[in-house]
């Protein structure tokens, strides 16, 4: 099983459009971050929130921490080809020491 | 300034022999992790290392696989006796200070195929 879901597994979108990504857990996170992957590439972290209900934007992305902070939200707005990508979630808890842990991410493609 | 430096990129062992992983961090980080990605699968957590000491190898398998980061040069992380299970991506990441609360650089991998 998986700590962190993450949906839509594969999302495909018209250049302009806007999308939404979720990363969803029953644990509670003392830390989560968003990183970016592309083929062949390691992950480049996006952002990290650590406060529920926390909002952090990053030009047209928009990341939210859940209240409860046991999930998190990544919007883009206005979608590019360049935003193509694999989008990670990774938390860590507060009972899990070192580790952390990713979801199996959803994979963005973005059509000109 | 580099980023985190991984090499080889690509690895290709026959089953049975050993391959070596080297990464060397970002100037001025002293925390290392190693991370697995398996096809279909998520990042998975081997070990985290700080200078000449194993912090944490929770995610390590108990056999043929070991990590060490010296007090000089890169983190290494050994896999003996290779299997075809052990292809994948093996990913280094390095952090300033604890990268559970300041994220991660990671670098780009290193993809190792047994054959």
């Known amino acids: 099983t998986q700590l962190l879901e993450q949906s839509p597994q594969f999302l495909s979108i018209q250049e302009g459009e806007n999308l939404t990504v979720y990363c969803n857990s029953s644990s509670v996170f003392s830390s989560l971050q968003w990183y970016r992957q592309e083929p062949g590439e390691g992950p480049v972290l996006l952002v990290t929130?650590?406060?529920?209900?926390e909002v952090k934007k990053l030009k047209r992305l928009t990341f939210q921490f859940g209240d409860a902070r046991k999930d998190s939200s990544l919007h883009i707005t206005a979608a590019q080809p360049g935003d193509t990508g694999l989008y990670l979630c990774a938390g860590a808890t507060l009972n899990t020491g070192n580790q952390f842990y990713f979801g199996t991410g959803t994979s963005l493609t973005v059509i000109p | 300034n580099a980023g985190v430096m991984q090499n080889p990129r690509h690895l290709v062992r026959r089953r049975g022999q050993e391959a070596r992983l080297r990464c060397s961090p970002m100037?001025?980080?002293?925390?290392v992790y190693w991370y697995r990605q398996l096809p279909e699968e998520g990042l998975k957590f081997m070990v985290y290392l700080q200078k000449e000491n194993i912090i944490d190898e929770s995610g390590m398998p108990k056999e043929r696989f070991s990590a060490e980061f010296p007090k000089e040069g890169p983190s290494i992380l050994r896999i003996q006796q290779v299997v075809r299970g052990d292809s994948a991506a093996y990913f280094c990441?390095?952090?300033?200070?604890?990268?559970?609360?300041?994220?991660?650089?990671f670098g780009s991998g290193t993809r190792l195929t047994v054959v």
């Open positions: 929130v650590v406060t529920g209900g």
């Open positions: 990441a390095s952090s300033p200070l604890r990268g559970r609360d300041y994220g991660y650089t």
């Open positions: 100037k001025g980080h002293s925390h």
